[in-house]
């Protein structure tokens, strides 16, 4: 009986399959193959930034692609005071109570399995204490006013109050075309309700920024998005501390609008305030007039 033929493969051509298969596993790894990770993007920094009061601040920044997790860095000049990695969400509030009164900057950067993505922006701010004044950097704007015994609002013991933006938005119309002439029901001139009739407007007109109550909510200063257009005595007392907030428009009639409808079905228009001389007086809701949006805090 013939004895049958065994093929085998010698050491040497095994040795070649094997660095072949290796080869071709790294190459599948290779950036830009199908296999391969990409480092995520890089992150916008939001807030903290400018003064602020919490010496436990949370920091919030934009979502970068292809993150899985995020690091966040607290600085004092070259001095690192805080590190924390593996943030999944969107924000992280410091268990750490940063120190007062000094210039501090933070930066997040993005992870995935590919690797560390770029630090974002490094943002500056800085913890006080105290009561902010009027005119200082504050929570993504400056203060503008602070409540006082009688205001709606006022606590005894605590400081609150509004904060404008740093600057302008635009000039546009108090409404868009087919509320020019209709009232918004359940608008107020008070302080404390700017916010709420601001609410209110946007529900009648609808989304968008071509008019005075949606530019305002659009805003984002300081990562914040409360921002609203200021009730009629809320932009009173931006206008008396015009100064100390800056940025005003004060020559040339300049006229900003206030979030407070005249609900008068004779004259159709809403309350504002020249800032040349603050007078108070209605315009109708077709005429355009500044915006300086406001906050609470």
Do not use: C
Request: net charge positive.
């Amino acid at each position: 009986m013939a004895a049958r033929r065994v093929t085998h493969i010698g050491r040497p051509a095994s040795i070649a399959l094997g660095a072949a298969l290796m080869a071709l596993f790294a190459a599948l790894l290779l950036p830009g193959t199908a296999l391969a990770v990409a480092k995520p993007g890089k992150p916008t920094a939001k807030a903290p930034t400018g003064t602020i009061s919490t010496a436990k601040p949370t920091f919030k920044w934009s979502k970068a692609a292809r993150a899985t997790s995020y690091k966040v860095r607290v600085y004092e000049g070259s001095t690192l005071l805080v590190k924390k990695t593996g943030i999944t969400g969107l924000s992280w509030k410091s268990s750490t109570a940063l120190p007062k009164n000094v210039d501090l900057t933070w930066k997040v950067r993005a992870r995935n399995a590919g690797g560390n993505g770029a630090w974002s922006r490094s943002l500056k701010f800085k913890i006080v204490t105290g009561p902010p004044a009027i005119g200082s950097a504050y929570q993504g704007g400056k203060v503008a006013y602070i409540l006082q015994p009688g205001d709606p609002g006022y606590v005894a013991g605590q400081t609150h109050g509004l904060i404008a933006a740093i600057a302008d938005q635009n000039d546009v119309q108090w409404a868009t075309e087919p509320y020019w002439y209709i009232p918004v029901p359940g608008i107020s001139t008070d302080i404390g309700t700017g916010s709420a009739n601001t609410d209110k407007i946007i529900a009648q007109n609808g989304a968008g920024s071509i008019y005075a109550a949606g530019l305002a909510r659009a805003y984002n200063g300081g990562g914040y998005s409360d921002w609203y257009l200021p009730s009629r005595d809320e932009l009173n007392k931006l206008y008396l501390n015009r100064v100390a907030i800056g940025g005003f428009a004060t020559t040339t009639g300049p006229f900003y609008w206030s979030s407070s409808d005249i609900n008068d079905p004779y004259t159709y228009g809403a309350w504002g305030q020249r800032f040349d001389v603050g007078s108070q007086g209605s315009s109708g809701k077709d005429n355009t007039g500044r915006v300086r949006a406001v906050r609470a805090f």
